[in-house]
């Protein structure tokens, strides 16, 4: 079978537009509603990306490549979103370290 036939089918294009249908609700509906609990949306995003991919595995319409490229795509967007998040939380810390010294140092 053909690489592009593989990934770019009829039943891919189906599973990408409902991804993007449930996704656009999600973000409607929940997104505002956790607008500041940015982690809860994202295992939702995860949850939704797999669980609609599980019934095509378990079905045999995608084979474990195809999967497993999903997974090992998404794996990486998760590990980035989380380096990017401890990086930013350890600015953050150090910004609060370094004006708190400050602070006690001129109340001295």
Known sequence: ????????????????LALALIITIQHLTVGKLWKRQENHRWTLGYATVFGLSIPLVAAGKWDIFTWAA??????????LKTGLEQTSASAEAQHIRRSTYGQTKRQR
Not at 1 to 16: C, I, R, S, T, V
Not at 70 to 79: M, R, T
């Open 70 to 79: 999903l997974f090992f795509g998404v794996g990486i967007s998760g590990a």
């Open 1 to 16: 079978m053909d690489a592009a036939k593989k990934f770019f089918n009829p039943l891919n294009l189906l599973y990408w």
